[in-house]
């Protein structure tokens, strides 16, 4: 595309699909305890 | 939801409930947000004279193009399967071991109350951390990775404790064909080379307590006879950082009222050799002198930028170094059921006191109205934890129409509770900080692109 650059192309509508399986870190064993960090996790799947 | 910013130079769109983000340049950004209930031809009469009429049209054609493949306006249709996820039984995963309420450093603005959050202090027995262990494995289900960080207080003040438990879940991870991840929170004040090396071989991640510069990390994290802790400390998160090669590890600060100015916080550390870094906004009561106050916003707002412009000309001169909060992984990030669920606190993630009570998590210890149950009978108090269990996105009203849903996962619980005494709210300057954090990490992505 000459006017845009698009940065991902993972969709989020499809990790419904097969999404779930809740070996992902729990959000506060990261650094930090006193908020809540989801989008710079790692899917356990794609480690 | 369409979500659209400039920041650094760049023009952002992002679509939120696909997570597709793209860089766009000016007439694409005006397209994007007059396109909806628009013809091209009334968009390019709206803009012309700002843009050639050919590249007005040709920008609302890549519109179109991105709005078929659903990677722009987007509609968030996953609130069924994340309620039905939600009801599904859960397991137990990760557990917070308050393995010592006490610590020796009088932090002023710590939340367990210089390591004894309300109540008295203690360190936790051999034989309650075992059982925690054991009620972790025994409610764990299917899930092979378990997750146990020692915390306290300050729990190298029971570091033998740590070190049997760890060999104790070693033992029991093969029994159960479970894995134990391991991950420590010290001050720092009792780290030494014995403590270093057994956290290289056991611990997944290690969080390093510090301020950032002397003064600022001296004035909140004085020993309990008000001297600094900083030269006590600096020369070993140092060694410490250098011998796990600079990874699997953070800094890890809190900036409060008194350092607005907190982005010379991480580049002080940056400075002194860290790679992993996180310094994050104090969670306190409104009526603290230190708690950040509404009208800090803009100035923070303005250093989240400056450090985030900071680390992309760092990361040109090969100086790069890692900042927690502007973390964010657009291809192998969180699936949806993740993202829009909560943190799990109550249900998947609970905090274990030292004798063996069970919480919600480490921020509710201390406060019996959450008392779950304890180590030895399980979670008894099924209305607390049912309450939790709901929790998520769409449970709060405040994040349905929020562009950062997808990133925070409705936030914290704790932040929510102590702002307007209910778990399913918002504490409105942390959502606020979350959203500029977001806005940045994804200009790191597109500078890097």
């Known amino acids: 595309m000459k006017h845009i650059k698009t940065l991902n192309t993972r969709k989020l509508q499809n990790t419904i699909k097969k999404g779930g399986c809740g070996e992902c870190q729990t959000s506060c064993q990261s650094a930090c305890k006193t908020s809540c960090t989801v989008g710079n996790q790692t899917c356990e799947q794609y480690k | 939801m369409v979500h659209q910013f400039k920041n650094n130079g760049y023009n952002i769109v992002l679509d939120v409930s696909s997570g597709a983000i793209h ?21 390019a009469q709206e803009l012309e004279g700002r843009y050639p009429r050919e590249e007005i049209l040709e920008a609302v054609a890549e519109v179109q193009e991105l709005k078929d493949r659903e990677e722009l306006f987007t509609e968030d249709r996953y609130e069924t399967a994340v309620l039905d996820f939600k009801k599904r039984p859960t397991v137990v995963k990760a557990l917070c071991l308050h393995i010592a309420h006490d610590c020796n450093l009088a932090c002023r603005y710590c939340f367990a109350e210089e390591g004894e959050y309300h109540g008295r202090r203690a360190l936790m027995s051999y034989e309650t951390g075992k059982q925690a262990l054991d009620f972790l494995i025994a409610n764990s289900g299917n899930r092979k990775n378990l997750e146990v960080d020692f915390f306290g207080g300050e729990p190298l003040m029971n570091f033998e404790v740590v070190r049997e438990l760890v060999a104790y879940g070693r033992e029991q991870e093969k029994l159960h064909d479970k894995h134990f991840r391991f991950t420590l929170t010290t001050n720092g004040v009792l780290l030494n080379d014995e403590i270093m090396e057994f956290a290289n071989r056991e611990m997944d991640n290690v969080v390093l307590s510090i301020d950032g510069r002397k003064e600022v990390n001296d004035k909140m994290r004085p020993f309990r006879n008000g001297a600094g802790s900083y030269d006590r400390i600096v020369p070993k998160f140092r060694k410490f950082a250098d011998s796990r090669n600079q990874e699997r590890y953070y800094v890890r600060g809190t900036y409060t009222h008194y350092n607005t100015d907190f982005s010379k916080d991480v580049l002080h550390l940056a400075d002194l050799g860290f790679k992993q870094i996180s310094v994050e ?58 993202r829009l669920s909560g943190c799990g606190s109550g249900t998947e993630y609970l905090a274990v006191t030292p004798w063996g009570d069970l919480y919600p998590c480490h921020q509710f210890v201390g406060q019996e109205q959450f008392l779950l149950g304890n180590v030895w009978d399980g979670v008894t108090n099924t209305a607390v934890r049912d309450e939790f269990k709901c929790c998520n996105v769409y449970a709060k009203e405040k994040c349905r129409d929020c562009f950062a849903r997808f990133y925070c996962s409705g936030g914290c619980a704790a932040n929510s509770y102590h702002a307007h005494g209910s778990i399913t709210d918002v504490y409105e300057i942390g959502c606020e900080l979350e959203k500029k954090r977001i806005e940045c990490a994804i200009m790191i992505k597109a500078a890097e692109a």
């Open chain 2, 23 to 43: 860089v766009v340049d000016d007439v694409t950004y005006d397209v994007v947000g007059m396109f909806l209930g628009r013809t091209a031809e009334e968009i």
């Open chain 2, 281 to 338: 906004p104090v969670v306190a009561p409104e009526s603290e002198p230190y708690a950040l106050k509404p009208e800090d916003l803009p100035v923070l707002f303005e250093e989240y930028d400056r450090l985030a412009a900071e680390m992309v000309r760092r990361k040109k001169e090969g100086k790069d170094f890692q900042f927690f909060h502007f973390m964010i992984d657009l291809e192998g990030g969180p699936c949806v059921y993740k």
